[in-house]
């Protein structure tokens, strides 16, 4: 059976518990496109609609800092910095009156020609990344722009001192360009360690955003933000059931690996 059969097996199970609302969800996605790993425009576009009538559409900011105006409230994430964010999420997300935050490889953000992709440093294939214009023009329309590191490196497998700096010239490269402080911070691969949360702080962060399956709660580490991870294989009635709260379990199993690891 197939890792998504299995997903809708035990959630049908787990989704007879009940769900605390309201609901806060940072989702995350990476890039729109007519292959997976990047998801469908079409499904894109049915996921939009299904939130624009029946959640607010926020963003990170709002999520992080008020208490939730709606009984589901999302805000939408994408990693790495790929130009079919300019090309096609900022329109589509446009037409339903909603923003989002990309977490950037700062070093993979041309000047005017946009730079391919490779796969080999943990990017998807065969993509284009931003160019700063583009950049610009997406934060001028209010999206917040976030670091994701210089490269994409694994920062909890390199010397505090590498990570530091790719934390600081990302950080200082991102705010120089767009005009305004760059607060917020995604993990590479989701993978964090509590020195190197210690050293996203130290940075000047505000947050770091995390794999870590789940809704974003009170009590959540602002350091280790939970997203849910919208994959190009799950239909609209997979994407409801996990926004909804009836894949959670899988975030207990993130967990409680975590807590063995
Ligand atoms: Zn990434």
Redesign the pocket.
């Known amino acids: 059976m197939s890792a998504l059969s299995w997903k809708r097996r035990i959630g049908l199970l787990s989704g007879m518990l009940p769900v605390a609302k309201p609901r806060k969800v940072i989702l995350l996605y990476h890039t729109l496109g007519p292959a997976a790993p990047a998801v469908s425009v079409a499904r894109f576009r049915e996921q939009l609609e299904w939130l624009s009538a029946n959640a607010n559409l926020v963003t990170l900011d709002t999520l992080l800092t008020t208490t939730a105006g709606a009984a589901l409230e999302v805000a939408f994430s994408f990693?790495?910095g790929y130009a079919s964010l300019h090309d096609e999420v900022a329109p589509l997300l446009q037409q339903f009156g909603a923003i989002a935050t990309v977490y950037l490889n700062s070093a993979c953000i041309g000047e005017s020609a946009r730079q391919a992709s490779d796969p080999g440093l943990?990017h998807y294939p065969d993509e284009q990344f931003l160019i700063w214009p583009e950049v610009q023009a997406l934060a001028a329309a209010g999206w917040c722009i976030g670091s994701?590191g210089v490269e994409?490196l694994d920062l909890t497998a390199v010397t505090a001192t590498v990570a530091a700096q790719q934390l600081a010239a990302s950080k200082q490269e991102i705010a120089g360009r767009v005009g305004r402080d760059c607060r917020h911070f995604a993990y590479?691969?989701g993978r964090f360690s509590p020195q190197l949360q210690q050293q996203v702080k130290a940075a000047g962060y505000g947050s770091a955003a995390s794999g870590l399956h789940g809704a974003l709660r009170t009590d959540s580490d602002r350091y280790a933000l939970p997203r849910i991870d919208i994959r190009a294989d799950y239909e609209l009635r997979d994407f409801i059931s996990a926004v909804s709260g009836q894949w959670d379990y899988l975030g207990y199993k993130q967990r409680l690996w975590r807590a063995f690891a």
């Open positions: 990693d790495d943990g994701h994409h590479s691969w």
